[in-house]
């Protein structure tokens, strides 16, 4: 069984910075494309950043220059840096992962979420 653990949220002014981990676990053979996604309430859940298996990345507009998204395949672990942190970007983040397991082919997983929020 598959499962995807994000941690790293929390609480903090507007300007400042935080760390989002995502860990996979479990019967894992190959991970292919990752991505943290969010959504705020009210809203439509929305892609932020993603990381393909060779690390070519793609950001959405808003998060550019701003957002960083890196995996580490040897812990089978995705990250987000988030800088200069602004109160929209305050939302539920979940990430999700394209995962080759023993029991399953390619299927797509998703963490349970974490909340981050940024303060005015």
């Known amino acids: 069984q598959v499962q995807l653990v994000e941690s790293g949220g929390g609480l903090v002014q507007a300007g400042g910075s935080l760390r989002l981990s995502c860990a996979a676990s479990?019967?894992?053979?190959?991970?292919?494309?990752m991505g943290w996604y969010r959504q705020a309430p009210g809203k439509q859940r929305e892609l932020v950043a993603g990381?393909?298996?060779?690390?070519?990345?793609n950001y959405a507009d808003s998060v550019k220059g701003r957002f960083t998204i890196s995996r580490d395949n040897a812990k089978n672990t995705m990250y987000l840096q988030m800088n200069s942190l602004k109160p929209e970007d305050t939302a539920v983040y979940y990430c999700a992962a394209r995962i080759l397991s023993g029991l399953t082919p390619f299927s797509d997983y998703w963490g349970q979420g974490t909340q981050v929020t940024v303060s005015s």
């Open positions: 479990g019967s894992i053979f190959s991970i292919n494309a």
């Open positions: 990381i393909s298996s060779r690390g070519s990345t």
